[in-house]
């Protein structure tokens, strides 16, 4: 098999009994994961649709701006929704068993080829669950609760602007002798964050987190919890997945940890480990110079009388049911991808630090000869540039990963000069405003641009086409069609309320061809890339795997449903040499 790795290391070839074995074990091995039968695993999801339409139903649902419900349910099958033949109102109910199925996760794993002995990180992709968007949506609502937790790291951007400011001034206050002897740089990982989390408990800390946020326990105040508590347990409670375990295709039922591969996850295990962190005892707070963490990893700078001082001080940071595993040191550690030490004997009191590339990388780029248009590549690289400048702390390093980056991508096949014209043209601009944020243009009140993608495959057509001018063309010539055509019954409109005496207070505008100027969006091209080789690697492993069609769907009515365009086993499938980018020539 051909798999892409943990931490994006590349790609590696591993035996199918190999990734069988450990897909087998992890599975067996977790509590949270109960082997149920296929109609238990209907009802499930048979009781998962109703949730979702009761929801879909609800008054508070209906508070929301915009259409919530239709967004709630857009994952439901289509039946689900009907037009109430009394109110005309769209309700969402359960539909017909017999004609319904919907999509099932399957179970896979990505190789952890930086541990010893090997393993596997478990992944669930619930991008077609039908719970997907009511978890999307708990994600939106618990993000405005992260704001009152600092700690919580958003982006290594975060960490850099940090050390370089309220860190920095710490340090700097510290005598000598305090900066020579007693600082230590502690990190931790947290081991099998989601997936060892007690749901039940979580629940409890999150409840009082919402409260805390709503300010008080008025009606309204607990409205909106219960309304996010139904949000989560829609999320948790109702995850069934299809994992292969020796040999043999079962159903899985998640009864505890998080719902790993669910838009919300990530926010709730935050905010699960911020209540702990909130009520650290003072013999943590107080020698911890620095602390943040980013999900399952986490920061410290300790002020210490000694290593073991610095192990008790670190022992107080718990939380039920996890493990963490502590790395400290005097000197430096990694973090986020980021290599920041110090050194003891300086007169300047500062950390440093630079971008750290682990040991297996082997920096996958996009070749130069793809089908990736100009534009795109450029922004690849200069993005590249950007992030160096803000993982550097002075202009030497930012300088010598450049030289770096600019052997890297010329290896990968693209013109010398080319890049040297991308670095001199983003070089200075990335470092005057490496720890600046852009300033958002739209003002409180106002609603975002309007945007009408073009879907389409990458094709240079695109680079020869300015799409502004069409949307101008577009928008000049629709708004003199709107009044040409509209005016005699925008004039007729103008009389009934003439007639009605209501008080006319808009200009003399036409509002038709006004409400088609605000409608219209500006015209983008949303390029669909080529097939690349890890749509090859996909292929080959699901052949490898003995994976069908019907393996990802589950009919509720608990029978077998024809699913012959989906069921051809893909191990038949006969690849050619045009199928991994080879030209045949043929008499």
């Known amino acids: 098999m051909l798999n892409p790795t943990d931490k994006n290391l590349g790609t590696v070839l591993v035996s199918t009994a190999w990734y069988e074995q450990k897909v087998s074990q992890f599975i067996t091995g977790n509590e949270g994961y109960l082997v149920v039968s296929e ?105 405005t609760l992260l704001a009152g937790h600092p700690q919580i790291l958003t982006s290594t951007k975060q960490l850099i602007y940090h050390l370089e400011t309220q860190v920095r001034h710490k340090l700097e206050s510290l005598a000598g002798f305090q900066w020579k002897r007693h600082v230590f740089i502690a990190s931790a990982d ?25 300010g008080d326990d008025s009606e309204k105040s607990r409205m909106k919890v219960e309304y996010v508590l139904l949000l989560f347990d829609i999320q948790q409670n109702f995850l069934v997945f299809k994992a292969q375990v020796d040999g043999r295709w079962e159903h899985f039922w998640q009864t505890d940890g998080l719902a790993m591969g669910m838009p919300a996850a990530p926010d709730i295990a935050n905010l699960f480990a911020a209540w702990y962190e909130r009520r650290l005892p003072s013999t943590f707070t107080e020698q911890c110079i620095y602390f943040s963490r980013y999900i399952d990893d986490i920061f410290c700078i300790v002020l210490a009388d000694s290593l073991h001082h610095c192990e008790q001080v670190l022992g107080n940071y718990k939380i039920p049911g996890l493990k963490l595993n502590w790395e400290i040191s005097e000197t430096n550690a990694m ?69 770096w980056l600019k052997d890297l991508y010329i290896s990968r096949g693209y013109p010398p000069a080319t890049v040297m014209q991308w670095v001199q043209g983003s070089k200075e601009i990335a470092y005057k405003n490496r720890l600046n944020w852009k300033p958002s243009s739209e003002k409180i009140g106002e609603t975002s641009e309007r945007i009408w993608p073009l879907k389409s495959d990458m094709n240079p057509v695109w680079q020869k086409l300015s799409l502004d001018m069409v949307t101008n063309a577009m928008q000049s010539e629709a708004t003199l069609i709107f009044k040409e055509n509209n005016m005699e019954s925008f004039k007729a409109w103008r009389r009934v309320v003439e007639e009605l005496q209501v008080f006319w207070q808009r200009d003399k505008s036409d509002p038709f061809a006004e409400k088609f100027e605000n409608w219209i969006g500006r015209l983008v091209a949303a390029s669909k890339r080529p097939m690349n080789f890890g749509d090859k690697e996909n292929k080959h492993n ?15 009515a608990g029978r077998s449903v024809d699913q012959r365009e989906n069921d051809e086993i893909i191990a038949n499938t006969l690849y050619t040499l045009e199928d991994y980018g080879f030209t045949v020539t043929r008499n």
């Open 39 to 143: 109609e238990q695993a209907c009802r499930v999801y048979r009781r998962l649709v109703r949730y979702i339409c009761k929801l879909c139903n609800s008054d508070t649902t209906g508070i929301f701006h915009g259409d919530l419900a239709r967004f709630l349910g857009s994952k439901l099958p289509p039946t689900c929704r009907r037009i109430d033949p009394f109110t005309g109102m769209v309700v969402y109910a359960p539909p017909e068993w017999e004609e319904t199925i919907v999509p099932l996760p399957i179970f896979n794993g990505l190789p952890k080829i930086h541990k010893v002995p090997w393993g596997i990180r478990p992944v669930i992709p619930c991008h077609s669950a039908i719970q997907g968007p009511v978890s999307d949506m708990l994600s939106r609502i618990l993000k």
């Open 190 to 214: 947290i081991e099998g964050f989601y997936t060892n989390v007690d749901i039940t408990l979580c629940k409890e800390k999150l409840k009082d987190l919402l409260f805390e946020h709503f």
């Open 335 to 403: 973090f986020l991808d980021v290599d920041i030490w110090r050194s003891p004997f300086s007169r300047e009191h500062r950390l440093k630090y630079r971008p750290y590339r682990k040991p297996l990388n082997n920096f996958e780029r996009l070749p130069w000869c793809t089908g990736h248009s100009f534009q795109l590549l450029r922004g690849a690289f200069r993005s590249e540039v950007y992030r160096f400048a803000v993982l550097s702390w002075c202009l030497t390093i930012f300088d010598e990963e450049l030289v």
């Open 542 to 556: 699901k052949s490898l795997l003995h994976i069908r069609g019907n393996h990802a769907k589950i009919a509720l």
